[in-house]
């Protein structure tokens, strides 16, 4: 499962203190939190929320897959 954590980027964030996550196939979408996990959790949410957009079946198709690998990101770092 390698590929789910080089599919969920983590970089430095705006403040010294966060993390800025996105993931490899929707880099647009990005989220910032104190930690990996936090920003991760944030950026399944915003992901989640970027369905309302997706009109074709591929795009919704690649969301949940984008949605998953954060998802499970998440559960390996709690």
Known sequence: ???VKES???TAGATAH???VHH???PEVRAEG???REAAALLANKLAAA???ALTEWRRQSLT????DVNDYV???G
């Open 1 to 3: 499962m390698s590929d």
């Open 51 to 53: 369905m309302d957009t």
């Open 65 to 68: 897959k984008a949605i998953t």
């Open 34 to 36: 104190k930690s990996p």
């Open 75 to 77: 559960r390996r770092e």
């Open 8 to 10: 969920v980027i983590v």
């Open 18 to 20: 966060g993390v800025c």
């Open 24 to 26: 490899h196939d929707f």
